[in-house]
């Protein structure tokens, strides 16, 4: 334990309960810092570790805000962190409440709707594709006249790649804008109550190389912790991830302009404080701004990057910065690190998983964690949005890394099977009497 942490007490809020809220609680209790817990899933607690959280709803974050405050009375909150996009403005409200460093409810709001992000980065200048919005309820014939192909289409407040699709010509845009028109009428989308779950964005389709950004803001300075490679191409139609590979391969000076784009996003966005996650295209006309987050890399992607000499992951880094402990300005480990998301083959209900045993033994294999549970029905992209699992490696350069973890993913196979149509109980009196 370390010193000081005893009377540090942490704001998680997440709506997602499972592995990476449980790998964020963990780094804290290891820290000695207590957890204050709160979700808008409260009715699907799974994990004991999770009893006592609060029951709030994101989708009206300054109410959530209020509701947070009392907590923080009898023993006072040192600091929040949010998981995922859903909970930050959340976070920020609360955060201004108790006067702890965190960016503000408008910076997060600009980050939170991918219009809002586009309009202000444009405004600040930044290197945007060009985009428009439109309504669901718009005729696409009245649409269709102002799409420049190639073009991606996506919902405005969704995140990990779900509802995006790539478009070439008017035909598949159509066919695009159906296929996601269904997903946000779904009702496990509207259940969520995100806000504009009614309208679209539009954007010319950028075409080069994909990296991701992980930092972290201190008082409105950016570190940068690792530029992850994507070597896999991420050409569409849909745009599930695979793998991330650190450090980048790109040019010194290449990466140094992504750093240099990332910084000016940021100020344009007025986010201070906290993790940030980035993706960034890069081509002839230098980086791109696809999307930045005021949250760490999802799932359990953190274990990925490890810092100091006792190589603490990126979730306790992330914890003891955002309760003020030292030790949030470590070094990266020097050597080569990457994560596989393994991605969903097809939809269906995940049957059977062979060759996790032989993954994980495959050498530099870190860990081999298969995240989706038997039993449960598994979307792929562009309706879905979780991975199966995830690979981690380490090794003496990104491109061996890199070889590991397709080595170990080729030993992986999973079964999926169809979902079974659920017989309605009134289908099954009318086929019985007919
Ligand atoms: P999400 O928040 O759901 O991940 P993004 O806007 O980050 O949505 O898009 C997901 C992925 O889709 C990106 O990582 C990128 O690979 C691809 N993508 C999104 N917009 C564009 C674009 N304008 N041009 C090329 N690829 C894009």
Redesign the pocket.
């Known amino acids: 334990m370390t010193a000081n942490a005893q009377s540090k007490r942490l704001l998680i809020l997440a709506s997602k309960l499972g592995y990476q809220t449980r790998s964020f609680a963990e780094a804290a209790r290891k820290l000695g810092v207590e957890v204050l817990f709160g979700t808008d899933r409260c009715n699907q607690l799974e994990d004991p570790w999770a009893d006592g959280a609060l029951a709030l709803h994101f989708e009206h974050p300054e109410r959530a805000a209020k509701k947070i405050v009392p907590h923080a009375s009898s023993k006072p909150v040192s600091g929040v962190l949010a998981l995922g996009?859903r909970p930050t403005l959340t976070a920020a409200y609360a955060a201004r409440a108790l006067g702890l460093p965190y960016n503000s409810p408008e910076s997060v709001a600009a980050c939170r709707s991918?219009l809002r992000q586009r309009t202000t980065l444009r405004a600040a200048g930044l290197p945007v594709?060009e985009?428009f919005s439109f309504a669901l309820s718009e005729p696409l014939d009245v649409v269709l006249p102002r799409v420049k192909f190639p073009?991606?289409i996506?919902?405005l407040s969704?995140?990990?790649?779900?509802?995006?699709i790539?478009a070439n010509d008017a035909g598949e845009f159509i066919g695009a804008v159906t296929r996601v028109r269904a997903l946000l009428e779904s009702p496990e989308i509207r259940v969520t109550r995100e806000p504009a779950l009614d309208r679209l964005?539009v954007?010319?389709?950028?075409?080069?190389t994909?990296v991701?950004v992980e930092a972290l803001l201190q008082r409105g300075r950016l570190r940068v912790l690792a530029i992850f490679d994507?070597p896999d191409p991420?050409?569409?139609p849909f745009?599930e991830?695979t793998i991330y590979v650190t450090p980048s391969r790109l040019p010194a000076e290449v990466q140094s302009s992504i750093a240099g784009c990332a910084e000016h996003t940021v100020r344009a966005l007025r986010l201070t404080e906290g993790p940030l996650h980035a993706?960034f295209?890069v081509n002839e006309n230098g980086p791109?701004v696809?999307?930045v987050?005021a949250r760490p890399i999802g799932g359990l992607c953190s274990r990925a990057l490890r810092f100091g000499p006792d190589k603490i992951f990126l979730e306790e880094l992330l914890v003891r910065h955002a309760v003020g402990l030292e030790g949030s300005d470590l070094p990266r480990e020097s050597c080569a690190a990457g994560v596989m998301m393994i991605p969903v083959p097809q939809s269906g209900i995940l049957e059977r998983v062979e060759g996790t045993e032989e993954a994980a033994a495959t050498p530099g294999v870190e860990e081999a964690h298969i995240t989706a549970r038997l039993h449960d029905f598994i979307a792929a992209w562009p309706e879905g949005?979780s991975y199966l699992g995830f690979i981690f490696a380490r090794g003496a350069t990104p491109g061996e890394v890199e070889a590991t973890l397709r080595e170990s993913h080729k030993k992986l196979r999973f079964v999926l099977g169809p979902r079974l149509p659920v017989e309605h109980p009134a289908g099954r009196h009318l086929s019985a009497g007919g």
């Open positions: 996009d991918k594709p985009f073009c991606v996506k919902p969704l995140a990990a790649s779900q509802g995006v790539r964005l954007e010319r389709y950028i075409p080069g994909e991701a994507k991420l050409e569409g745009f991830e993706e295209r791109w696809i999307e987050s949005s």
